[in-house]
């Protein structure tokens, strides 16, 4: 059983990092873009995995007794290209929901149902920045296109 909860543990302290460098190069992005609006998304988003990273973090603390440390660790600098970085953050959106999800099964399987819940919710939230960052992504190219054809 103790294997189980380490391996619980473990899931989630890999899912609080992953989920502190999404929220710090989403707000990276949003000091760094021009566009208001796309501002706006960003920097929600990286709130709400800020959010998710403490809500993680509390649920490590229950488990595991012992809050996460927080991660020094140099995040790379992005570029100026809007539509690469929102397809990088779309493909992060998208893959911290799967992983979330992949983690509820696993804690709901070996018998941490609160756990499992928690990251059931995280997982459906995360859908829903993936759909904010779809629609930014599809904006951005109607913005483009009408640039062009003028």
Not at 21 to 46: K, M, N, Q, V, Y
Not at 65 to 74: E, L, T, W
Request: hydrophobic share 50%; proline share 5%.
């Amino acid at each position: 059983m103790s294997d189980d909860r380490q391996r619980i543990v473990d899931e989630l302290l890999a899912l609080h990092a992953a989920l502190a460098h999404a929220a710090e190069l989403g707000a990276s992005r949003a000091r760094r873009t021009p566009d208001p609006i796309l501002r706006a998304r960003w920097l929600a988003i990286a709130a709400a995995r800020a959010e998710f990273r403490d809500r993680v973090g509390a649920r490590i603390a229950a488990v595991h007794g012992v809050p996460p440390q927080p991660s020094a660790q140099a995040l790379p600098t992005p570029a100026a290209e809007v539509a690469r970085l929102l397809r990088a953050d779309l493909a992060t959106a998208h893959a911290l929901s799967a992983r979330c999800r992949r983690i509820a099964r696993l804690t709901t399987a070996l018998h941490d149902p609160e756990s499992g819940a928690l990251l059931e919710r995280l997982a459906v939230e995360g859908l829903g920045h993936a759909a904010e960052l779809a629609r930014s992504l599809a904006l951005h190219y109607a913005r483009e296109a009408r640039a062009a054809a003028q």
